[in-house]
């Protein structure tokens, strides 16, 4: 955001009174019930997200509207049919994934890693928390690829696509019920394996437990866990990695509010 006011000035698209202003808020604007972080994207690559789960409909399209007028590109998760609704009536460029419950509106010009990151899911089940972190890994400038409804229950579905999985810099494995998948890619691949339990299963599953102690006790080396459901943390973290292996430090023209 910063580097694109220097260079508004510097082009004479925005005077230096009207840079002054813009300036007022930051690094953080006071919302009275938020204080949205303008400066995340300057230390950390990526502007604050908005985590829409608790917060009222008022709320998360206050917080989209500072987030857009300060020219960032915005994400928010876990937001509802309702408050996207009231979020699109304002800004109706916004995109909105029903399945993965993620509303996004990009203002900077989209950039795309040159090597993917793979999102593999074991059942259509699976697919809210994938297509949550495939949103999320491409709001952030990369290319991703999914491998989807590969579950070990079927264990050919996986083996037909290992060769493409292998090209991937790094994974996402996504998986419900036992929690196994994530072990079986790591016995086939040489690359960082990022694994996302999900809620999904009957009751001895535990609402996802039962994935989460699977996938931290698994046997593959090379295999990390985030939280239960929690595809926005993987896909940030395969994200990080991925910029390390392709020697890229971030350019910091987004920025987003609250998780």
């Not at 500072?66 to 915005?74: I, R, S």
């Not at 996504?174 to 299963?201: R, W």
């Not at 939280?227 to 023209?253: H, V, W």
């Amino acid at each position: 955001m910063l580097r694109n006011l220097l260079d508004q000035i510097a082009s004479g698209v925005v005077s230096v009174e009207d840079a002054v202003e813009r300036l007022r808020t930051l690094p953080f604007e006071d919302l009275g019930f938020a204080r949205v972080d303008h400066h995340r994207g300057l230390r950390c690559g990526f502007p604050e997200v908005i985590f829409g789960q608790g917060k009222t409909m008022q709320q998360v399209e206050e917080i989209f509207q500072t987030l857009v007028h300060a020219g960032h590109d915005v994400l928010a998760t876990r937001v509802s049919r309702s408050a996207a609704r009231r979020v699109l009536t304002r800004f109706p460029q916004a995109d909105y994934n029903r399945l993965a419950r993620t509303l996004a509106l990009r203002q900077s010009q989209p950039t795309s890693s040159s090597g993917f990151i793979g999102i593999i899911c074991a059942g259509t089940a699976d697919l809210p928390v994938a297509e949550e972190a495939r949103i999320t890994a491409e709001m952030m400038g990369q290319r991703t690829r999914t491998f989807y409804d590969v579950g070990v229950a079927g264990l050919h579905r996986l083996l037909a696509e290992s060769e493409a999985i292998r090209q991937a810099n790094v994974l996402i494995v996504v998986a419900g019920m036992e929690g196994a998948l994530p072990s079986v890619v790591g016995g086939l691949v040489d690359h960082p394996i990022i694994a996302v339990p999900t809620s999904v299963g009957y009751g001895a599953g535990f609402q996802g437990l039962a994935p989460l102690l699977a996938m931290l006790n698994s046997c593959a080396s090379g295999l990390s866990v985030v939280n239960i459901d929690n595809g926005f943390g993987a896909a940030y973290q395969a994200t990080l990695i991925n910029r390390l292996a392709e020697g890229k430090r971030p350019s910091s023209n987004h920025d987003v509010a609250d998780e």
